[in-house]
């Protein structure tokens, strides 16, 4: 089987009712994306044809979602699930060999999964391949019914097993890989059930009516085919996922001292020798280098980390930091920060916007928003950037070298020179020349004659 021979059909037509939500289901987030974003990517990974996905009630929502990426087929009435593959007939007919369904609403199965599905089916003289499970919980799932010599006689479904048949521990999963010149030849043929639908079950008994084999690929992972009806469904999935991600970063060399209490989404990478401690959450595209200690008590939401970076108790949202930074406890790094290497951010320390040039130093309970701040700069505790005055955000510069006292309030647009100092509780309003002290209320560059003893000391 080649990427080329192979389309995918992804069913994400059905209400989703008991989600009780105005959000259609397929929707829902599972580790941080869409849950159907997972048999998006799933379908890229096996095939070189966009996936056709199958909408139907939350059509406009799901075309915002994934954009011009795949293809879409409206079922307009709920009429089965034989019935919306149907609609798939006139973009893929006589285009490919084979053809997957599944659901997007079942996003822990794995692309490997499907990968060896496809792969039976390839080699099956057959009309259709499917995927079994056995497990102990039946899900509601139809029983897998085979003869004397193994092969699939029929799918029954719970509801009109016989209590011999609920003993069977094989259960159809769902998903098919089928031949598509023989599927389009009989979708049309199949019978409406007692509610009114279609089912692609039903194209099983034909295949074999006909005497053409079934072939099935029974998986032991219950997980996998784990489908998302309800918020409980939702949690459980997002478990899952959420101990599959941890685990998988783990075998690539990351420490997690407490897996249980790691939220790491699906999108985070995390490089070898880093330290995740508990209740930590890494949301979004974040990027986290080697040997970095992340946490306990810390969130990071599209941020990029460097190497031997250290983030405690602290918030990073949108932020870049470079080598071997610290920020924390209690920091909060907002959009637009970006810190160079080894900068040191203290506790309760807030950057918005702002650039830091490395080994630069800003003590506790400081604030720093709009602001270019260059290297070896010394940011006493209590600094704050008055950036805002209700109408309009104005910008603060402090040259390479500048040690500003405790309790500074910078009033921008301001600016302070190469190695200039302010004294303790000062409010900057002017521009201080590179090299020159300057400390007040207002405060004014006082020259040498005027400087008193202690007038920078830092006192934090």
Sequence with gaps: MTAENLAVVILAAGQGTRMRSSLPKVLHPIAGKPMIRYAVSNAMALSDHPPVVVI???????????GEEVIYVVQSQPLGTGHAVA???????????????????MPLLRVETLRQLVEIQADNDGPMTILTV??????????????PDGRI????EEKVATPEQLQIRELNAGVYCFRQEWLWDHLGRLPLSPVGEYYLTDLIGMAVAEGGRVQAYTIHDVGEVQGVNTRVHLARAEALMRRRINEHWMLEGVTFVDPNTAYVEADVVIGRDTVIYPNTCIQGKTTIGEKCEIGPNTVIRDGQIADRCRIFSSVVEQAVLEEGCHVGPYGHLRPGTHLAKE????????????????????????????ALIGANVNIGAGTVTCNYDGEHKYRTEIGDEAFIGSDTLLVAPVRVGRAAKTGAGSVITHDIPDGELAYGVPARVRKKRDQQPGASREGG
């Design 134 to 147: 056995i497990s102990e919980d039946s899900m509601g799932f139809g029983r897998v019914i085979r003869g």
């Design 153 to 156: 006689l029929e799918i029954v």
């Design 343 to 370: 900068v040191y951010i203290g506790s309760f320390g807030e950057v918005k916007n702002s650039h830091l040039g490395p080994g630069t130093k800003v003590g506790h309970f400081s604030y720093l928003g709009d």
């Design 56 to 66: 139907g009630v939350g059509a406009d929502a799901v075309r915002a979602e994934l």
């Design 87 to 105: 609609q798939t007939r006139q973009v893929l007919e006589g285009r490919v060999d084979l053809i997957l369904v599944c659901y997007a609403d």
